[in-house]
């Protein structure tokens, strides 16, 4: 059974325009359907839009659409409140009943969840079945904190920086201790343990400040208003208070004459077995271009293996500590002369914004992950690559219609195409009258191809939302 819940910090949901939408995302799951005898319960906050369901089951290859839907339940809370998913199931013990009688067999059923909190655990019991997500004991892992001194532990590089930072007067020392010693950083990142998406990030400037024992009494001074948030609006006594809750990190905002955000995905199996299953150059905005805005896959071939390396020891140290699901580790990568270094700053113990569009590419085209060459390749051994965003938005785009953008990309051309294996996948059409939002995976054969048919894909939602 698939649910779909944003277990996280609700202070930083509430700052990301139609997150109930995002439940939608993992319709990519769907393509398990493609197997004869699965069957899925799908469960949301509200119904999705029917045209939306029907269009990703007739993405599922080797299977009519109609035995699909036959093998597809969908549930609702009929919830809308700014919950998330799991808490509402478990407040409808009815709910959760219904699911257990369509669960025939305990042993042969999971709950596959986006993230695993306390309340994904306890759905799970009250179920009787697996929960195929990270242990929400080892939460503590995903945090910034957590996540630095496991990199360390596993031989990844980290930015120079302090961990455990636990409240206003370590901050103070900490943003000291790193001017002291690397007299030679201009900025720092300030993040809070368990925040996501930039939802807890802060920049800090140096500039003009003086040197020895006279720092600490500057920063204390100035802290307040030098500090810039990632994903406004915020105050620096919220902040600080979240801080005083969470905790966080301090690290050097990494600088140089080329420098990227790629990141790589690895399940861990129950048996312990890691593979890395993706890497990808992530595309950020807002507020020093900290705000997750979609990603390439794959990532430059110049430097995809090296993230592949890394990933995978990282990913090790988690199955060593009893992990399962998937998981993503973030690096800040730096040219330097003819190399690349990088540098690992967060893990997610959870699905991230790579996880659908590598799910779709799957479920589109049944081919596999290469790790030799870090790419994508068809069952013909066809090279396949693609452009997403769950970020596709315009307030213009809340005119539009799951109905009417499909059936513009099918006049088009734009749709993807099982003949060709090419073309473009929507999802979370859902999120288009409320929010003007949705998602895109472009695939294509080469890089630029992919960029071509994303950049299409977006001039035609443009056209049509200016028809009105």
């Known amino acids: ?12 949901m509430d700052k990301i325009p139609g997150i109930l939408h995002y439940e939608e995302r993992l319709v990519s799951f769907l393509q398990l359907l493609a197997e004869p005898g699965r069957r899925i319960v799908y469960i949301t906050s509200r119904p999705m839009p029917e045209r939306g369901v029907d269009y990703a089951l007739g993405l599922v290859r080797s299977v009519s659409a109609r035995d699909a839907r036959a093998r597809l339940t969908l549930l609702d809370c009929d919830d809308d409140r700014p919950v998330p998913l799991t808490r509402k199931i478990l407040q409808r013990p009815g709910l959760v009943e219904r699911v257990r009688d369509l669960v025939p067999d ?7 969840a986006f993230n695993g909190s306390v309340y994904e655990r306890r759905l799970a019991v009250r179920l009787g079945v697996p929960l195929y997500a990270c242990d929400p004991d080892l939460a503590w892992l995903g945090g910034k904190s957590g ?3 496991l ?9 120079r920086g302090v961990e455990g930072v636990r409240d206003g007067d370590d901050l103070v020392g900490a943003l000291a201790a790193l001017r002291a010693e690397h007299p030679g950083v201009r900025r720092a990142m300030i993040k809070l343990n368990e925040s996501f998406g930039a939802g807890g990030n802060a920049m800090f400037d140096y500039r003009g400040a003086p040197e020895g024992g006279a720092l600490e009494g500057w ?7 030098r500090v810039e948030f990632a994903t406004p609006p915020d105050t620096w006594e919220n902040y600080a208070g979240k801080l005083a809750e969470m905790g966080g990190v301090v690290e050097e905002f990494l600088q140089g004459e080329e420098v990227v955000s790629p990141s790589a995905q690895v399940h861990v199996t129950p048996a312990g077995a890691v593979h890395v299953i993706s890497t990808q150059d992530q595309r950020f905005e807002g507020a020093a271009r900290q705000t997750y805005a979609g990603c390439s896959f794959p990532a430059r071939a110049e430097y995809r293996l090296g993230l592949q390396e890394l990933a995978g020891r990282a990913g090790r140290a988690l199955a060593g500590r009893g992990m399962i699901g998937i998981a993503s580790v973030d690096f800040v990568t730096v040219r330097e002369g003819d190399a690349f270094r990088h540098h690992a700053v967060e893990i997610n113990l959870r699905m991230g914004g790579g996880t659908a569009p590598l799910m779709f590419l799957h479920g589109v085209t049944g081919g596999r992950y290469e790790p030799g060459t870090g790419g994508f390749l068809t069952p013909e051994g066809e090279p396949r690559c693609y452009v997403a965003s769950d970020r596709v938005q315009s307030p213009a785009y809340r005119s539009l219609t799951p109905e009417r953008v499909l059936d513009a990309a099918a006049r088009q051309g734009l749709l993807y195409r099982h003949d060709e294996g090419r073309g473009a996948v929507f999802h979370m059409l859902g999120a288009l ?3 003007g939002k949705l998602g895109v995976v472009a695939v294509d054969t080469t890089p630029e191809g992919a960029e071509v048919c994303f950049r299409k894909v977006v001039d035609s939602l443009n056209a049509l939302a200016a028809e009105g």
Do not use: N, Y
Not at 1 to 12: E, I, K, N, R, Y
Not at 219 to 225: F, H, I, S, V
């Open 433 to 435: 009258p409320g929010f």
């Open 106 to 112: 305990p042993l042969d059923a999971c709950v596959l």
């Open 151 to 159: 990199f360390k532990e596993a031989g990844v590089p980290v930015p």
């Open 1 to 12: 059974m698939v649910v779909p819940s944003f277990t996280l910090d609700q202070a930083g």
């Open 147 to 149: 996540a630095r001194a």
């Open 219 to 225: 920063l204390r001074r100035t802290l307040p208003e």
